[in-house]
């Protein structure tokens, strides 16, 4: 399977703890997005790469979120001192650039935070 | 006012039928439209890509965007209990960062 793959798929954690989600992108698709979905809503933009840059992040995404893309491949969520509120479905995608603008995602990682 | 507007009501049509589906946006730099499949506690699927106005078909799916009218529409003909999802509409400008503004999503039940 050469998809978006997102690892782990279910992380449930107590209020305060730190959390990590790994993101392996369609492998030559250069640009990298992460997304937060909550129930009946539709994905929200959190944070974008392209290659190892990170090039964008939104207001959402508070000082106690950090990504990184070490050498333009996977990338990784942290979420540090975890609030209930952070509970959602993290979701990746990947797209190819170069004039191609679709993006194709993971199957997501669902948080519950306690 | 939200940049993508999609009316989340549940939609239930018998098998066979047409879905219809829509959404309006309000920023006019967009220019890259997608739909996209969600099941339940699965990620978004990609459905149909589209770039400006204009139809596109795949099978028994059609993608409609009216730019002067900010409005997009999804249809699925011969409708089949698989079909039974959440639809969202998403959209991007296109260059630098694309990232996808998406409408709230759509509720769909086909029965058989």
């Known amino acids: 399977d050469t998809g978006v793959s997102q690892d782990p798929r279910h992380k449930i954690t107590k209020r305060g703890q730190n959390v990590t989600f790994r993101c392996d992108p369609i492998s030559e698709h250069n640009r990298l997005y992460w997304y937060r979905q909550t129930l009946g809503q539709g994905p929200e933009f959190l944070t974008y790469f392209q290659n190892e840059a990170q090039l964008e992040k939104s207001r959402l995404l508070s000082d106690r979120f950090s990504a990184e893309r070490p050498k333009g491949s996977f990338s990784t969520l942290e979420i540090q001192r975890t609030e209930q509120g952070d509970s959602a479905m993290y979701l990746c995608?990947?797209?190819?650039?170069?004039?191609?603008?679709?993006?194709?995602f993971g199957p997501g990682t669902r948080l519950t935070v306690t | 006012q939200k940049e993508v507007e999609q009316d989340p009501g549940p939609l239930s049509v018998p098998e066979g039928a047409i879905v219809s589906l829509n959404c309006t946006y309000s920023?006019?730099?967009?220019?890259?439209f997608m739909w996209y499949r969600q099941y339940s506690r699965k990620g978004p699927e990609l459905l149909m890509y589209?770039?400006?106005?204009g139809n596109k078909e795949d099978g028994r799916f059609t993608a409609q965007v009216d730019k002067s009218s900010k409005y997009i529409s999804l249809f699925i003909r011969d409708s089949q209990p698989s079909d039974s999802a959440t639809y969202l509409c998403a959209m991007t400008r296109g260059g630098g960062n694309n990232r996808l503004a998406f409408g709230k999503g759509n509720q769909v039940v086909v029965i058989p």
């Open positions: 920023n006019s730099a967009f220019q890259y």
């Open positions: 589209t770039y400006s106005s």
């Open positions: 995608a990947s797209s190819p650039g170069q004039g191609s603008y679709e993006q194709y």
